[in-house]
Nanobody, 116 residues
Framework: VQLVESGGGLVQAGGSLRLSCTASGNTFSINTMGWYRQAPGKQRELVAVITSGGGSTNYADSVKGRFTISRDPAKNTMYLQMSSLNPEETAVYYC??????????WGQGTQVTVSS
């Protein structure tokens, strides 16, 4: 499975961005996909996850009500709509996919910078 993120960039505090992650390869066996982020000097943290059918989602408490994760199976693409961003959310955002019995896959990451 190969994952490619896009949509990062510079946004002002309070603004919005939509990240995309397109999967290729053995995508048929992906169980869950998710977004993680890693700020400078901090550990990578989970932002949101979604099941293969899109029927179940889970979010970090810090983003609930502001971020929305979704998938378009026809396009093999996952999205993260982010709103009301704050400078503390400046980080590299990574796409992740999990295949049962096969392990986890990561994208190269996309930088999100929130200016104050």
């Amino acid at each position: 499975v190969q994952l490619v993120e896009s949509g990062g960039g510079l946004v002002q505090a309070g603004g919005s961005l939509r990240l995309s992650c397109t999967a290729s390869g053995n995508t048929f066996s992906i169980n869950t996909m998710g977004w993680y982020r890693q700020a400078p000097g901090k550990q990578r943290e989970l932002v949101a996850v979604i099941t293969s059918g899109g029927g179940s989602t889970n979010y970090a408490d810090s983003v609930k009500g502001r971020f929305t994760i979704s998938r378009d199976p026809a396009k093999n693409t996952m999205y993260l709509q982010m709103s009301s961003l704050n400078p503390e959310e400046t980080a590299v955002y990574y796409c992740n996919a999990f295949r049962l019995g096969m392990g986890m896959y990561w994208g190269q990451g996309t930088q999100v910078t929130v200016s104050s």
